[in-house]
């Protein structure tokens, strides 16, 4: 558990080709360096069909230790009904 502070994500499916579909997963996440590493860790390690697309990272201040991050993940999957991927 991270412990970070998750704002309201964006999440869009997307087709990938016949029997592929993916979500993209926007999130932005507020917390320490370490903190948002793990929680990337942990996503990755228990999704392994999650990828890490984007990950944007900003200080308000340059001794603040809180950072205002932004991930972009992929989550790629085959879906059961072909018509969850249209």
């Known amino acids: 558990n991270a ?3 998750l704002q309201q994500g964006e999440y869009r499916l997307e087709a990938r080709g016949p029997g592929l579909a993916a979500y993209r997963v926007t999130l ?4 320490a360096y370490a903190q948002i590493r793990e ?3 942990a996503v990755l390690e228990e999704m392994p069909v999650a990828s890490v697309d984007a990950l944007r990272f900003e200080r308000k201040k340059a001794l603040e230790a809180q950072l205002d991050a932004q991930v972009r993940l992929t989550i790629h999957f085959r879906p059961q009904d072909e018509t969850e991927a249209q």
């Open 3 to 5: 412990k970070l502070e």
């Open 39 to 41: 929680f990337i860790g």
């Open 28 to 31: 932005p996440i507020r917390g």
